[in-house]
């Protein structure tokens, strides 16, 4: 029998179910025996309170003949085994759609946190092929990718942030961009992906500082744009195009945006749909010093409040993939 108890009850022989979002709890699987009090505290200390068991499935603490350590979310781990891990995952035939979703929220992250530590041309090349499988997912999986945008965490640190803003800017393109052959969609979903790398030049303490920036802080941010499109052009890992959503990400159609205050056509239609994505998913997100929205609400302000920032075809397509 399944049931919910408070974490304080969690005892040695229990078999947990745990939440399948990827960001919900410390373990890479979802469910199994607690053999430890160190798995507890685990749970604990990432802020679970109460968590749900299958009575059937526990037993007594007494049989448990050695303590084993459940698998823990690592970001620290090489890029390209985890593009390799996503990839398998990805091609297994007998995952769901929901599975696969989460595999793409979980390696995703991991292969950023990964990247950011050092974004060399090896590194973002092998960024690049764990991102193809992404894309062809997207392109041609209708389920995993209504999935994906129903499980995309609205947590916020960069990486997430990326992750969102690639699954976003993927899945509007696939609307506004595929009949189009002169669009390279790989080199496309990893510009999406990227699209913050210039954060890897900007001082941590003012990415993560939990109130508004200061004027001076804010013109470093600014920056960000144009240190990760250099970052690119020095690689040469992605075409010019795609490295234009890195550059433009945050121009706006009625030109007050930046770096280069660009204005409606001017703005590549690459730059336009992440500058759609990176804004709506900032709206959604939780963050210290401003209100959190719905999805529905990000969309009723951007529309009311916003509208004039993006290109219309692209904004109107945008909110149909909420439909």
């Known amino acids: ?45 990432h802020g679970i309170r109460e968590v749900a068991i299958n009575d059937a499935k526990g037993i007594q603490a007494d049989q448990i003949k ?9 970001f620290g781990e090489d ?89 976003l800017g993927l899945s509007l393109s696939k609307v506004l961009l595929r009949k189009g052959e002169r669009h390279d969609m790989h080199a496309l979903g990893a510009g999406f992906f990227l699209h913050d790398l210039g954060k890897v030049n900007i001082d941590e303490a003012i990415i993560k500082k939990p109130g508004k920036l200061t004027d001076e802080e804010m013109d470093i941010m600014r920056k960000h744009p144009s ?31 930046y770096p280069r205050k660009l204005r409606g056509e001017d703005i590549h239609i690459y730059g336009r749909i992440c500058s759609v994505a990176d804004v709506f998913d900032a709206l959604v997100s939780k963050r210290p010093y401003k209100a959190q929205l719905s999805p529905f609400g990000a969309l009723k302000l951007m529309k009311e409040e916003m509208l004039d920032h993006f290109h219309k075809d692209v904004f109107e397509k945008f909110v149909l993939l909420f439909k």
């Open 227 to 257: 240190m990760g499109f250099k970052i690119l052009q020095e690689t040469k890992q992605i075409s010019i195009e795609s490295r234009l959503i890195v550059l433009q990400h945050h121009e706006r159609h009625n030109g007050g945006g």
């Open 79 to 167: 890029l390209k085994e985890t593009a390799d891990r996503l990839k398998e995952i990805l091609t297994d035939k007998e995952a769901s759609p929901e599975d696969k979703a989460q595999a793409v929220q979980l390696h995703s992250v991991d292969m950023l946190r990964s990247l950011w530590k050092n974004p060399s041309a090896e590194r973002i090349s092998d960024f690049k092929q764990g991102v193809v499988n992404v894309v062809d997912l997207i392109l041609t999986d209708d389920a995993t990718n209504s999935h994906l945008l129903k499980l995309t965490s609205y947590d916020y640190d960069t990486y997430i942030h990326s992750v969102n803003v690639g699954v």
């Open 1 to 45: 029998m399944k049931k919910t108890i408070p974490i304080e009850h969690l005892k040695i022989g229990m078999f947990v179910e745990l939440p399948r979002a990827w960001h919900a709890h410390p373990f890479l699987r979802n469910s199994f025996t607690i053999t430890s009090k160190k798995q507890i505290q685990k749970l604990i200390d």
């Open 66 to 74: 050695k303590e084993i350590d459940q698998p823990e979310k690592n």
